[in-house]
């Protein structure tokens, strides 16, 4: 099913009026470098704001190029369930580490606290929607 762009959300983040399509956010902080460096990192903020815009609580996001996993680390602050696929092992194993330290109750609340968009909305996200596959060793059907 096809989800709306979320006006409602949109409007809250922007003091009740409608949102811009020129979005003003922060770089990429060191924080968000904790488990290493991706050549192409988005900010947090940024992948935040995308998939509060066009989702919903409990929703799917897909990510076939997850790189470092930043989409997957908005998506589940935000309360939505993340499939993302990897072909490189070094960014596998990063977005795996960085997805073990969000585990670190502490650490996710301040990730929660960096992002301006999360603090407005105070929404809780539903408990941990991520799902873990052991790496595939096996070819698959469709060509490199």
């Known amino acids: 099913m096809a989800h709306k762009f979320n006006y409602d959300v949109m409007k809250r983040l922007n003091g009740g009026k409608q949102m811009t399509d020129v979005w003003r956010l922060p770089a990429i902080g060191r924080w968000e470098k904790s488990c290493g460096k991706h050549p192409t990192q988005k900010p947090l903020a940024l ?3 995308i998939v509060l815009s066009c989702t919903n609580e409990g929703d799917w ?4 190029f997850c790189g470092s996993g930043t989409t997957g680390i908005a998506a589940n602050l935000c309360g939505r369930r993340f499939c993302g696929i990897e072909r490189e092992e070094e960014f596998c194993q990063m977005a795996v580490a960085r997805r073990k330290e969000m585990e670190n109750l502490s ?3 301040d990730w929660r606290n960096h992002i301006a968009d999360l603090r ?3 929404e809780e996200p539903l408990p941990d929607l991520f799902a873990c596959e052991p790496i595939a060793t096996y070819n ?3 060509g490199q």
């Open 120 to 122: 407005t909305l105070k």
């Open 140 to 142: 698959l059907p469709f």
């Open 107 to 109: 650490v996710r609340s």
């Open 61 to 64: 996001v897909l990510d076939p």
């Open 47 to 49: 992948l935040t704001r």
